[in-house]
């Protein structure tokens, strides 16, 4: 069973999809990338749902320009998705202070997770899909492309000068080496825009991290692949 949500955030709120399971004592938290929205992570909605698992999929404000949570591509950077993700969990808390909850995302949305995840003690399990660390590195050259001009080019899409000046001050690897979270890392070996070498330099760094190379590039959203992914994610669940 899906209900639509509107949860409040600092920001605004935000518009996501509940996939309701038996089991009330836990919840996964899933983000999108850059550009994209909940919807293409469906699958994972489903099939957690299907194991029992609580899930919550959503659109970041300005996430993308389509998102149901309004908003400016132009006005979102790595720190108001920060915001809004941890505003979603204590949301969530608020509701069921009992519960645990695991965060997790792809892409962009993996990034973002990690940063909460590093920032809180209340976490109970971190699922990264072809997270992009590399995001504190492409700004820095990024910003030597576009100086400070307010706006700027990224894989067709137009973003703020501030998107780069906030991932320019995050260090992602210093933020994640002390975070004590279980941590399930799923990478593509065929990643073109996030090569595999940053998911393996995390991999190194968190204290207990299982990395899972597939063979794909960056997106996995459906097929055998998507099916085997949610199966490793079922697995790391309930060892957690």
Known sequence: MTTTLAIPTRNGEVVGTFYSAENNNLLVILCHGLGSSASLLSNYGVD????????????????????????????????????????????????NPQQKIIIGG?????????????????????????????????????????????????????????????????????????????????HGSLDRIVPISYAKRAAKLYPNCELVMVKAGHGIYGGRTQADVSQKIVEFLKRI
Do not use: W
Request: proline share 2%; no cysteine.
């Open 48 to 95: 957690l749902s299907n194991n029992n698992y609580n899930v919550f999929t959503f659109d970041f404000i300005g996430g993308s320009d389509f998102s149901l949570s309004g908003g400016s591509m132009k006005e979102m950077t790595v720190k108001t998705e920060i915001a809004e993700l941890n505003d979603v969990i204590d949301h969530f808390y608020s509701k």
């Open 106 to 186: 792809e892409s962009q949305g993996g990034y973002v997770a990690a940063m909460v995840s590093a920032q809180r003690n209340d976490i109970t399990g971190l699922i990264l899909l072809y997270q992009a660390f590399l995001i504190q590195d492409s700004a820095k050259e990024l910003l030597k492309q576009y100086g400070s001009a307010p706006t700027f080019q990224l894989m067709g899409m137009t973003l703020g000068h501030q998107y780069l000046t906030d991932a320019v001050s995050i260090d992602p690897f210093q933020k994640i080496k002390n975070d004590q979270t279980p941590v399930l890392l799923i």
